[in-house]
């Protein structure tokens, strides 16, 4: 037990080579048969691993239609969790923003406003929540606002992404 303190106290950085009393030293200690196995801990060393981002990035496209020319089409609102489109943002108010929710899609109110641009940083967190037709994605260097799209046609010049975050028929414009 005296060695396991002072490997407890060296890997602390004590300065006293002498590890403080511990009422258990005079007792026992059953470790079990000396030629027990070493019990796996199922941890595996590999050795050294990359560096590994913790989600994948997107580079919004910031010049993409005014409308998009699938009005939405991709989208069915229904009673399902469906309350709103967001590609369009129907039938959400000026001041709302159709985005997802637990359940699927939902009108959200302000607070925070939702008046961040397309391509304009976000965090809903500081207070700063994407207009109706986009929604806060991971960029390099924080989030930004990518806007929703149902194919290429929504996002021209760039494209409609559906396979990064696995979310068909919906997706995101990229470049």
């Keep these: 037990m005296k060695s396991l303190l002072m490997l407890a106290c060296l890997l602390a950085g004590c300065s006293n080579s002498n590890p403080p009393n511990d009422a258990s030293t005079d007792a026992p ?7 027990a196995a070493p ?4 941890i595996v060393d590999t050795g050294p ?3 590994v981002a913790v989600e994948p ?5 910031c010049a993409v239609p005014d409308a998009a020319p699938t009005n939405g089409s991709c989208v069915t609102i229904d009673d399902a969790g469906i309350e709103c489109n967001p590609v369009t943002n129907a039938p959400c108010t000026a001041t709302q923003a159709c985005d997802f929710s637990t359940t699927g899609f939902h009108c959200y109110d302000p607070p925070p406003p939702n008046t961040a641009a397309l391509c304009a940083a976000c965090d809903v967190t500081d207070g700063t929540a994407c207009t109706g037709t ?6 390099d260097g924080g989030s930004a606002c990518a806007r929703y799209c149902c194919d290429d046609t929504d996002c021209a010049p760039g494209h409609c992404d559906k396979t990064t975050f696995q979310s068909s028929p919906i997706g995101f414009c990229v470049n």
Excluded: E, I, R
């Design 57 to 61: 990035l997107l580079d919004p496209a």
């Design 29 to 35: 200690v059953d470790t079990g048969p000396k030629d």
């Design 49 to 51: 691993q990359p560096d």
């Design 39 to 42: 019990q796996d801990t199922g």
């Design 134 to 139: 986009s929604t806060c994605v991971p960029v």
